[in-house]
Nanobody, 117 residues
Framework: QVQLAESGGGSVQAGRSLRLSCAASGRTANNYAMGWFRQAPGKERQMLATITWDTGSTYYKDAAKGRFTISRDNAKNTVYLQIDSLQVEDTAVYYC??????????WGQGTQVTVST
């Protein structure tokens, strides 16, 4: 039901910032939380952070604390991921996921982030 569209990725220089967006269309009351994941070439999928629509409660994986900030705009049905001080190691496809870890989780197509020195 919920369709996710990531945007905001691209090629950037290391040290700069980037804000990714995830537009959620066709949302229902069953959609409780959103999350951001990423997958680098040859690496396993890595969860970064989650946020709830109602209170905006956030959860960050240790690896994402500090440089990553997840937020949401309920009026726009959009979730964001701010990445500061981008590093080459951040190069990956970033995915937006609705209700991650549940049987109704849904994934977007992903947006590529490429960081160069």
């Amino acid at each position: 039901q919920v369709q996710l569209a990531e945007s905001g990725g691209g090629s950037v220089q290391a040290g700069r910032s980037l804000r990714l967006s995830c537009a959620a269309s066709g949302r229902t009351a069953n959609n409780y939380a959103m999350g951001w994941f990423r997958q680098a070439p040859g690496k396993e999928r890595q969860m970064l952070a989650t946020i709830t629509w109602d209170t905006g409660s956030t959860y960050y994986k240790d690896a994402a604390k500090g440089r990553f900030t997840i937020s949401r705009d309920n009026a726009k049905n959009t979730v964001y991921l701010q990445i500061d001080s981008l590093q080459v190691e951040d190069t990956a496809v970033y995915y937006c996921v609705s209700d991650p870890g549940t049987q109704v989780e849904n994934w977007g197509q992903g947006t590529q982030v490429t960081v160069s020195t």
